[in-house]
Structure formats: structure tokens, C-alpha cells
């Protein structure tokens, strides 16, 4: 079955830097896009960032534009998340998802049909 496990979260300070990983197993990683959600305490889950197949196309959510890149390395069936100039309001768990579909869209939340048990990103003020 689909596997993703996350990795690189922890605490920085704002206006700092973390990445974060995502390593993807059980079918052929490159058919799919992938993506970034994450959850704030006491709010909803969101959609933060996808990215195609071929990693030739992306979306963001327009809070981290310019701030945040999504990338991936089909080779080694890794997604990665730069979060660049980090402010308090990004504190969430991040979940790191993947097309349910070959052809699911990459920017749009409704394509993303299997999730990670999420990693803590804490930005202090």
C-alpha cells in the first residue's frame, strides 16, 4: 500500500528556515503529483503547495508564495518543502499527500487522496 513518511519538522524562530522530506513507497512515485497540506491548532487542514508528475508545475497557496518551494527527486521518491522566511502563523502539522489518481490535478486539494501521519513545524515569535 501507499506509504509516506514526513521528516524535518521542529521549532525555529521567526524568519528562519526548515525543509521538510517526504519519502513515498508502495507504487511508482513519479506517475503522481504530490503535495503539502497542513493543520493549525483549532483551525482547519489546508492546502498549502502541489507539484505535477514531472515537477514541472506547481501551486501555491498564495500566503506562502515566495516564501515556500516545493520540489521533488523522482529518483529517489522524495518530495521536499524549503519554508523560507517562516512567521508564527505558520505553525501546523504539515502532511505531506499524493495524487489519488495518475491524472489527478497537482492544485486543487480534491486530487490528493492519500496522506502522511504529519510532521510538527512550530515558528516562535
Known amino acids: 500500500q501507499v506509504q509516506l513518511v514526513e521528516s524535518g519538522g521542529g521549532l525555529v524562530q521567526a524568519g528562519g528556515s526548515l525543509r521538510l522530506s517526504c519519502i513515498a513507497s508502495g507504487r511508482t512515485f513519479s506517475n503522481y503529483p504530490m503535495g503539502w497540506f497542513r493543520q493549525a491548532p483549532g483551525k482547519e487542514r489546508e492546502f498549502v503547495t502541489g507539484i505535477s508528475w514531472s515537477g514541472d508545475k506547481t501551486y501555491y497557496q498564495d500566503s506562502v508564495k515566495g516564501r515556500f518551494t516545493i520540489s521533488r527527486d523522482n529518483a529517489k521518491s522524495t518530495v521536499y518543502l524549503q519554508m523560507n522566511s517562516l512567521k508564527p502563523e505558520d505553525t501546523a502539522v504539515y502532511y505531506c499527500?499524493?495524487?489519488?489518481?495518475?491524472?489527478?490535478?497537482?492544485?486543487?486539494?480534491?486530487?490528493?487522496?492519500?496522506w502522511g501521519q504529519g510532521t510538527q513545524v512550530t515558528v516562535s515569535s
Open positions: 499527500v499524493t495524487g489519488t489518481r495518475t491524472w489527478s490535478a497537482y492544485d486543487r486539494p480534491s486530487g490528493f487522496g492519500f
